[in-house]
């Protein structure tokens, strides 16, 4: 066996593939908040809270319905993305005309509901969800031992974000949403229906955090706090990329993740600050953000 | 800001921003009626619970200078708050600083804790604003959990010692103290309410309302916002060094993102850039929090409504609803 500046490989590989998991969540959430961010133009307060209803959805699924982790995978994004259009349509597209915000204090509100009310019903502990049949067990690699389940998850963040980045760029229902973006007066003017885009958009946000929870359930165990420290790093991340680009907010978002496993392994005092410290650097270089457009 | 712009006076700033004779007056009564009512609070009232409102009520006013008056959304508010409360149990415990030598020493590293954080945070604007300051307080929250030799950790720095006032007049009575707390409540919103309407206020408000207009006018627009962010960060270590002589206590709770939001919630409930209204909202939400007590996490839920109650359908606060009334800035 091989030694890497005496770090053994198991320990190595194991934090980077932490990382990549870590990662896979950063990206899942920062390319939701992005395409919310693009069409709204308010950050969602709300989507750590979305994120850990994800994973509450489906443990309440299997625990007193028996839905099995792979229907919740489709139920869970479906069901929060049909409260988050909810919360769009009576709360959030009433402050359109606002500052943008009031939309902050907003989402941030609905978080504090859902989050306190979670709390009260199932404490702060924490419950399991068991990992699914098909994926336990694991496959030793050499290096390493690789999980199954973990496998999974970046595989699956990584299909799901290179999707919503086809659709977004080369579809035609991608087009009427970047053109809204880029000007919404003149797309309605040209007969398409913004305020119904803009609600779809933001459940489809939301349905991307909900995935999230749900891939994230058996990893971590499934409580009311999961979400709320995750959206914190989440928006670090944000500021880091830049709320320009679709493939910014998945490359920034894995890549932090690797930086904070690999920071894990070498110094792991700094692992819960790395991309703290990282944005104070890249807002000292490069204020509008690695792949931001200058204001 | 595109309407903005084309006006050649921002829409129903005049009106709110003129301080006429009648005005000047009103607020002298109301500042002469605080005091009083200051005074003799702790004969009606517990005094630990109104030098917890006063405590709130400066922080509360210390986001409002930034907000209101700057136009800056800060989200990480605690970062100040607790930071100053950490030093100030700190030296006064561990060092045997006299309290008032304890609170100067919370502020001073709050303020340039807030030039540090300020001067990143201003590089970007609006939303990305509120971000950075509520990531880079979160630092500091890990930053506190981290250090336990300096922050106590989970447990925090607990039975710090009151002191005596100059190593004279001994703090212990809540009485004395009380009057203590009383008179740097006073001092602070004298303060804000003169930085507010001095002519670097003014710049303040015109940055907030047109910064390209102030711009070309020939301010340096940056600079008063670090400028208005220190002061602002500095006043918010004061009320948190203040917080942790009172309850001899600093721990995780003031550093955490949580305490950013709740004073967030004072100053909207209180009325957004109103001068009087944190204080207002500072009261109403200690009430609440300490009548709720019991509830455990149904507090964080009633906030969360109250949160967007006041977004959604009370924007202007309490305090801005009466100065609508009256036709008066308050």
Redesign the interface.
């Known amino acids: 066996m091989f030694e890497l500046l005496g770090i053994p490989p198991q320990a190595l590989f194991g934090q980077v593939l932490l990382g990549l998991i870590n990662g896979s969540f950063y990206a899942i959430l920062s390319l939701g908040l992005a395409v919310i961010f693009g069409l709204l133009n308010i950050i969602n307060f709300t989507h750590g809270a979305q994120y850990m209803m994800g994973a509450f959805v489906a443990w309440m699924c299997l625990n007193y319905l028996g839905i099995n982790y792979w229907a919740a995978l489709l139920l869970a994004p479906l069901i929060v993305g049909i409260v988050g259009v909810l919360i769009e349509r009576f709360l959030i597209s009433r402050l359109a005309h606002l500052d943008h915000l009031y939309g902050l204090l907003l989402t941030f509100g609905l978080a504090l509901i859902i989050q306190g009310l979670f709390r009260n019903n199932y404490g702060s502990s924490g419950l399991p969800y068991q990992i699914p049949p098909q994926l336990a067990g694991g496959h030793n690699l050499g290096f390493m031992f690789l999980p199954n389940y973990r496998a999974w998850v970046v595989i699956a963040s990584l299909v799901i974000c290179l999707a919503t980045w086809f659709v977004i760029e080369k579809t035609r229902l991608g087009a009427y949403l970047r053109a809204a973006t880029e000007n919404p007066t003149l797309t309605q003017a040209f007969g398409i229906n913004v305020p119904l885009l803009v609600t779809l958009t933001y459940g489809f946000g939301v349905a991307l955090a909900a995935f999230a929870g749900v891939l994230a359930a058996p990893i971590y165990s499934v409580n009311p706090n999961m979400g709320a420290d995750l959206i914190i790093v989440v928006f670090a991340v944000v500021v880091i990329g830049g709320m320009g680009s679709i493939m910014g907010a998945i490359v920034t978002g894995f890549g932090l993740g690797l930086i904070e496993g690999v920071t894990k392994v070498f110094y792991p005092e700094a692992s819960a600050t790395v991309i703290f410290i990282i944005m104070v650097l890249v807002l000292l270089v490069k204020p509008a953000g690695l792949f931001g457009r200058p204001a | 800001m595109a309407d903005a712009l084309s006006a050649d006076v921002p829409a129903g700033g005049l009106a709110v921003t003129e301080t006429t004779k009648g005005t000047e007056r009103l607020h002298r009564a109301i500042f002469i009626g605080l005091a009083v009512l200051v005074a003799v609070a702790p004969f009606v009232a517990y005094p630990v619970f109104v030098m917890k409102v006063m405590c709130f009520a400066l922080f509360a006013l210390a986001f409002n200078l930034l907000l209101g008056y700057g136009g800056l959304?800060s989200?990480g508010h605690a970062a100040y708050f607790g930071m100053a409360s950490y030093v100030s149990a700190y030296t006064a415990k561990n060092w045997g600083l006299t309290p008032e030598l304890a609170i100067l020493s919370g502020t001073l590293i709050a303020g340039l804790l807030g030039a540090v954080f300020g001067s990143?945070a201003i590089?970007?604007?609006?939303?990305?604003f509120?971000?950075?300051t509520?990531?880079?307080a979160?630092?500091v929250f890990?930053?506190s959990?981290?250090t336990p030799r300096f922050t106590g950790g989970e447990d925090g720095i607990q039975s710090v010692p009151r002191g005596k006032l100059f190593g004279l007049i001994s703090l212990a009575d809540d009485k004395a103290l009380y009057y203590v707390v009383a008179v740097i409540f006073m001092a602070g919103l004298l303060l804000i309410y003169r930085i507010i309407h001095s002519p670097f206020g003014q710049v303040c408000k015109a940055i907030r309302d047109n910064e390209p207009r102030a711009i070309s006018l020939g301010y340096r627009a940056n600079r008063y916002k670090l400028a208005v962010f220190v002061l602002s960060a500095a006043l918010a270590g004061l009320a948190g060094s203040t917080k942790a002589i009172v309850f001899q206590l600093a721990s995780l709770t003031d550093v955490h993102?949580s305490m950013s939001?709740e004073v967030?919630l004072m100053t909207?409930v209180g009325g957004l850039g109103t001068v009087f209204g944190p204080i207002v909202g500072a009261l109403v939400i200690v009430s609440m929090q300490n009548y709720l007590a019991s509830l455990?996490?149904?507090?964080?839920?009633v906030?969360?409504?109250?949160?967007?109650i006041?977004?959604?359908l009370f924007?202007e606060g309490i305090v801005g609803v009466i100065s609508r009334a009256i036709k008066r800035p308050l």
């Open positions: 959304l989200f990143l590089r970007r604007q609006g939303i990305y509120a971000m950075i509520l990531a880079l979160q630092m890990f930053f959990l981290q993102w939001g967030v909207l455990g996490a149904w507090v964080t839920v906030q969360g409504v109250i949160f967007v006041c977004v959604m924007r």
